[in-house]
C-alpha cells in the first residue's frame, strides 16, 4: 500500500524542476503578474478580456515526472494574517482541528477576496488572545489588502472554525457564515464594503462547537438554507483545562478525543424570508448517531434535479441525505455506499472534494481521512449509489500516511481531467519525536493527477508549493489572479495560510461565470454543462466544501485541445436552462439568466 | 416495547440489588484478622453475577435489534411483492429501499441511534467480543454480527439499493434468499 509514495524522481523531471527553480527565483514576484487582472469597480463581475495565453498542454509526463508547477505567494500577496490555535501541544482537539477559508467576491469587483476565520491562543488554562478574523480584498495587482475593520468582520472574538459564502438574502452581495466554537456569526454584506453580523437575528447562532456548514435551497423555494455540522459537545472550560491523557502508541500522551467525548448534533435551518427556522427534526435532519461533523457538501448526488446533501464524520459512519422533495431528506448513506469504506468500516472523515471524475455526467465523492487509513474516493455508479475505487485508481495507496483535511478536484493543467488535491498535516505535533512511526506532524501537501482515471502522486515534482510542510487544515481553490488557472488558499495552524499560484502550462480553459440575481454571484446549485467534441464536462456551484472552506463560485473547465466549446448549458436552481453555442476558450464567460 | 421494557427492568432490578448489597455492609465484619469480610465477598459475587448477566442481557437485546430490523425487511419484502405483483412501481421502490435501510441496519447492528450507544459503550472501554476483535472476527464494540456476516449483509443492502430503482421479482426474490441464508448462519 506504501510504495507509491515513495516514487523516485527520472532525470528529466529533476532537470524541469531545476529549471523551474532557476525561473521562479529569477522571475518578478506576483505583484508583477498584474495585467490579467479585471478592471475593478464596474460591479461587472469577473473579466471579459483574456489574460495572456500560457503554453498549450504538454503530453503526459513519465510516472513520477509532473509538468505541475506551483508556488506559495502568500507573504508577497500580503496574506499574513497568523492562524492562532490554542496550545502548541494541541492539548485539547479543538486547538488541533483548525479551520476553513473562503475566496469570495464581496465587493463584485471581479477579483477574489479572502476570508480567514482565526482561533485563540491559550496559555495555562487562560485564553491569552482571541484571534482576528480577516477579510483580504484582491487587488488588479494580483496582491491583498486587510479590510477586516473597515468591513467590520473580525469574528468578534468567537473561536472560527470554518466559512462559507453565499448570497442568502439574494440581494446580489455576498454574505459569509463563521461557523464558530461558540456562537455562530451572519455576516450581512450591506453593499458599500461593510457587513452586519444579523446571526442573533436571522436565527442561526446556535452555540457550540460548529464546524462545516452549506447554504443550499433544500426546499425548492427560491432561497439559501443553511446546514451546519457540530463536532462534539465541549466547554470553554473543557478545552482551557484539557491536558493531553490518550496513549498514543504506547509512546505519547496526546489530545483526549473524539471517542470518550459525547458528539453534538448538527442543525438544518430553513430560511424563511432572510430569518432562519430550525427545522432539523422536520426536514429529516436529525443527528440521531451524534456523528462527528466535520464536513458538508450539497450536490445532485443521485441526479433528480434537486441537492442532496453529504456529512463527512470523524470516526461515525457518513451521513447521505437523499433529497425527497418538500423540504424533506432521507438519511441513505449505508446503503448507497458511502457511509462506510470498502471493508465496512466507518473512517475518520475529514473533508469532501466533489467532482464527475470518470466522465460520467456523475458527481464522484471524495472523502479524506486519518494518516494510516486511505483516503476514500467513492464513484457514483448511478442512481445515487456509490463503490469504494481507492484501491483500483490509486487515490488510496498515495493517500495511506497523511492525516487529511481540505481537498478539491480541479482540472489544475486543463487537459480535460480532474485532479485531486489534498491538505494535510497531524493533529498531535508529539508524533515529531517519533519520526519513524507515522512521520512529521508538519506535512506537505498531495497532488494527485488524474491519468486517464487512475491517480498518480505527483507532489513532490510539482514546485515549492507543494514542498512545504505545515499543519494544512483550510482548502478552497480559486483563480485569485484572474489568469484562467485555479489556484489554492490553505490555512495553516500558527502560521500565515498559503496562497498556492498555479504557474502550470495551461491547455485551453474555459471559466464559466452563471451570473445571479442583480449581476450577484453565481447561485448555489447552479449546473453548468460544457460540451467540446465528444465530451462533456460538468461543474456545479456550491456554498459550503472541503473542509468547512468555500470556493470560488466561477466555475472552470479545461478544454484540453479544444479551443472552442460547442455548447454550454447553464441548469439555473429552480431547472430553468440558458444555453451558449461555439464559446471561445480562454475567457471568462458570463452566462446571464433570462429575464 | 414490550420486550425493551423487560430488558431495561431486567439491568436494573439486578444493578439495584447489587448496590443495595454493597450499601447494606457492615463497616466490620466479624471474620478473622486478614480474610475479606464474606459479606463482602458475597456482595461481589452477586455484583460479578450482575456485569456477567449484564453481557448475556446485552447480546440478547442486540439480537433482538437484529430480529427487528430483519422483521422490517421481511415485512417490506411482502409490500414490494404486493406493489410489484399490482404493478405499483413507485410502491414497490418505496418497499425495497425501505428493506435496504433494514438490511443495512443489520449490517451495521443496528441504525445510527444504536450505533451511538455502542460508541459510548466503547468510549468507557466496554468490548463485548474484545478476543473476537483482537481476532479479526468483529468491528470495535459490535456484539452478534461478525465482520463477514457484515459484508453480506453490507452488499447485499446496496444491491437492494441500486435494485429498487428499477424493481423486478427476480432479482428481488434472488437477494432475498441471500440475506436469508446469512441471517440464518448469524443467528444459528
Known amino acids: 500500500m506504501l510504495t507509491s509514495r515513495g516514487r523516485r524522481h527520472d532525470v528529466a523531471a529533476l532537470v524541469v524542476w531545476a529549471v523551474l527553480l532557476a525561473a521562479i527565483a529569477a522571475g518578478p514576484g506576483c505583484a508583477s503578474r498584474g495585467g490579467a487582472g479585471p478592471s475593478p469597480a464596474t460591479g461587472g463581475g469577473p473579466p471579459s478580456a483574456a489574460p495572456a495565453v500560457k503554453p498549450a498542454a504538454t503530453p503526459e509526463p513519465a510516472a513520477g515526472a509532473s509538468r505541475f508547477s506551483f508556488v506559495n505567494v502568500a507573504r508577497e500577496a500580503g496574506l499574513d494574517r497568523v492562524t492562532l490555535a490554542g496550545r502548541p501541544g494541541k492539548d485539547h482537539l479543538l486547538d488541533s482541528a483548525g479551520s476553513g477559508v473562503a475566496f469570495l467576491d464581496y465587493d463584485r469587483d471581479g477579483r477574489l477576496d479572502v476570508y480567514l476565520p482565526n482561533g485563540w491562543r491559550i496559555d495555562a488554562g487562560r485564553i491569552v488572545e482571541r484571534g482576528r478574523h480577516a477579510l483580504y480584498r484582491g487587488l488588479p495587482d494580483g496582491s491583498f489588502h486587510d479590510v477586516t475593520a473597515e468591513a467590520g468582520v473580525d469574528g468578534e472574538g468567537c473561536w472560527g472554525t470554518g466559512v462559507v459564502a453565499a448570497d442568502y438574502d439574494g440581494d446580489g452581495w455576498t454574505d459569509l457564515f463563521v461557523s464558530c466554537f461558540g456562537k455562530n456569526l451572519l455576516y450581512r454584506n450591506l453593499g458599500n464594503g461593510h457587513f452586519e453580523n444579523v446571526a442573533a437575528r436571522a436565527g442561526v447562532e ?7 456548514a452549506a447554504f443550499f435551497d433544500a426546499d425548492a423555494d427560491g432561497d439559501l438554507d443553511l446546514y451546519v455540522a457540530a463536532y462534539i459537545e465541549a466547554s470553554v472550560d473543557d478545552v482551557l483545562k484539557a491536558t493531553p491523557t490518550l496513549d498514543w502508541k504506547g509512546v505519547e500522551k496526546v489530545a483526549f478525543g473524539p471517542f470518550g467525548l459525547e458528539g453534538a448534533p448538527d442543525h438544518f435551518f430553513r430560511n424563511e424570508g432572510g430569518r432562519f427556522v430550525d427545522a432539523t427534526e422536520e426536514a429529516g435532519f436529525a443527528d440521531r448517531g451524534l456523528g462527528f461533523g466535520f464536513a458538508v457538501r450539497a450536490g445532485d448526488f443521485d441526479g433528480d434535479g434537486d441537492p442532496d ?7 461515525d459512519p457518513n451521513y447521505l441525505y437523499r433529497n425527497e422533495g418538500g423540504g424533506r431528506f432521507r438519511e441513505v448513506g449505508v446503503w448507497s455506499g458511502c457511509a462506510l469504506d470498502a471493508a465496512g468500516a ?3 472523515s475529514m473533508g469532501i472534494a466533489t467532482g464527475d471524475v470518470f466522465g460520467s455526467g456523475r458527481l464522484d465523492l471524495f472523502v479524506t481521512n486519518f494518516s494510516e487509513d486511505y483516503s476514500t474516493l467513492y464513484r457514483n455508479i448511478g442512481n445515487g449509489a456509490f463503490e469504494d475505487v481507492s484501491e483500483d485508481t490509486g487515490v488510496g495507496p498515495a493517500t495511506w500516511k497523511s492525516l487529511s483535511w481540505g481537498t478539491a478536484f480541479a482540472d489544475f493543467d486543463a487537459d480535460g481531467d480532474l485532479d485531486l488535491v489534498v491538505a494535510n498535516g497531524h493533529i498531535y505535533p508529539q508524533i515529531d519525536r517519533h519520526p519513524e512511526l507515522v512521520g512529521p506532524y508538519a506535512q506537505a501537501m498531495t497532488l494527485l493527477e488524474n491519468r486517464g482515471g487512475h491517480f498518480t502522486d505527483v507532489s513532490k515534482a510539482s514546485g515549492p508549493g507543494f514542498a512545504e510542510p505545515a499543519a494544512h487544515r483550510g482548502l478552497a481553490m480559486g483563480d485569485y489572479d484572474n489568469d484562467g488557472d485555479l489556484d489554492l488558499l490553505v490555512l495553516r495552524l500558527d502560521a500565515p495560510p498559503a496562497l498556492v499560484r498555479n504557474d502550470t502550462p495551461q491547455g485551453a480553459w474555459l471559466t464559466v461565470v452563471p451570473e445571479g440575481k ?12 460544457v460540451k467540446a467534441g465528444d465530451r462533456t464536462f460538468v461543474r456545479d456551484v456550491q456554498a459550503g466544501d472541503s473542509y468547512a472552506s468555500s470556493h470560488d463560485p466561477r466555475l472552470s473547465f479545461g478544454l484540453g485541445s479544444a479551443e472552442t466549446a460547442d455548447e454550454v448549458l447553464v441548469t439555473w436552481p429552480d431547472g430553468t436552462t440558458t444555453r451558449r453555442t461555439a464559446v471561445r476558450a480562454r475567457q471568462f464567460f458570463v452566462v446571464k439568466r433570462a429575464a | 416495547m414490550n420486550s425493551r421494557r423487560r430488558w431495561q427492568s431486567g439491568i436494573t432490578a439486578g444493578l439495584g440489588l447489587g448496590l443495595v448489597l454493597a450499601g447494606t455492609l457492615p463497616a466490620r465484619a466479624m471474620e478473622g484478622a486478614g480474610e475479606t469480610p464474606s459479606a463482602m465477598v458475597a ?13 448475556k442481557t446485552e447480546a440478547n437485546l442486540v439480537r433482538s435489534i437484529l430480529t427487528s430490523a430483519h422483521d422490517r425487511a421481511y415485512e417490506e419484502l411482502m409490500r414490494a411483492r404486493t406493489a410489484l405483483k399490482g404493478n405499483d412501481a413507485k410502491g414497490a421502490q418505496a418497499a425495497i429501499e425501505n428493506m435496504a435501510a433494514a438490511v443495512g441496519q443489520i449490517g451495521s447492528e443496528g441504525d445510527a441511534s444504536v450505533g ?13 467480543n474484545s478476543e473476537g476483535e483482537a481476532k479479526g472476527i468483529y468491528d470495535e464494540g459490535f456484539v452478534i454480527v461478525t465482520k463477514a456476516a457484515k459484508a453480506q449483509f453490507l452488499d447485499a443492502a446496496k444491491v437492494l439499493g441500486q435494485l429498487a430503482k428499477a424493481p423486478k421479482a427476480d432479482a428481488l426474490e434472488a437477494e432475498w434468499v441471500k440475506v436469508e441464508a446469512a441471517w440464518s448462519a448469524l443467528m444459528k
Open chain 2, 43 to 55: 456482595s461481589y459475587k452477586t455484583l460479578a453475577d450482575v456485569i456477567l448477566g449484564a453481557k
Open chain 1, 206 to 212: 446556535a452555540p457550540g462547537w460548529n464546524t462545516a
Open chain 1, 518 to 529: 442583480d449581476g450577484g454571484p453565481p447561485p448555489p446549485g447552479t449546473v453548468v454543462h
Open chain 1, 346 to 348: 466507518a473512517q475518520a
Open chain 2, 116 to 128: 451511538a450507544v455502542r460508541k459510548r459503550l466503547l468510549e468507557g472501554g466496554h468490548h463485548h
Open chain 1, 309 to 315: 446533501l453529504f456529512v463527512a464524520n470523524d470516526s
